[in-house]
C-alpha cells in the first residue's frame, strides 16, 4: 500500500507565494516518481510538475514554468512545490501523484500514476 499526503494550500493573494508538500509512506520499496497535477472546477486535471526518484529528472508545465519548482527530499519520502508569483488561474485543487518507476524521464499524463493523494485547496484571490 501507497499512502500520499498533502499539504501546505491555502489562500494567498495574487503575486504571492506558497509552498505545498507531500510525504509517501509504502510497505514496499520504490523508487517512485512523484508529481503534481491540479484540477480546477469544471476542468479536466492537468500536470504541473514532477521528479525522477533521485531528483535528477524534472519536468514542469508550460504554464507554471519559471514560477513553480518541484523539488524532493528522499530521507524522508517527501516532495515539494515552491509557488511563486501566483495567479487566479492557478486556482484549484492540486494532487500529489506517484507511481514506481526508475526511469529519469517522467510521466506528465495521470493515468500514469498509479496513486493518488486527497488534494489541498490553493485558492489566489485578492
Known amino acids: 500500500q501507497v499512502q500520499l499526503v498533502e499539504s501546505g494550500g491555502g489562500l494567498v493573494q495574487p503575486g504571492g507565494s506558497l509552498r505545498l508538500s507531500c510525504t509517501l509512506s509504502?510497505?514496499?520499496?520504490?523508487?517512485?516518481?512523484m508529481g503534481w497535477f491540479r484540477q480546477a472546477p469544471g476542468k479536466e486535471r492537468e500536470f504541473v510538475a514532477a521528479?525522477?526518484?533521485?531528483?535528477?529528472?524534472?519536468n514542469h508545465a508550460d504554464s507554471v514554468k519559471g514560477r513553480f519548482t518541484i523539488s524532493r527530499h528522499n530521507a524522508d519520502f517527501t516532495i515539494y512545490l515552491q509557488m511563486n508569483s501566483l495567479k487566479p488561474e492557478d486556482t484549484a485543487v492540486y494532487y500529489c501523484a506517484a507511481y514506481k518507476d526508475a526511469n529519469t524521464v517522467v510521466h506528465t499524463t495521470p493515468r500514469r500514476y498509479e496513486y493518488w493523494g486527497q488534494g489541498t485547496q490553493v485558492t489566489v484571490s485578492s
Open positions: 509504502a510497505q514496499t520499496f520504490g523508487p517512485y516518481v
Open positions: 521528479i525522477s526518484y533521485d531528483s535528477s529528472g524534472t
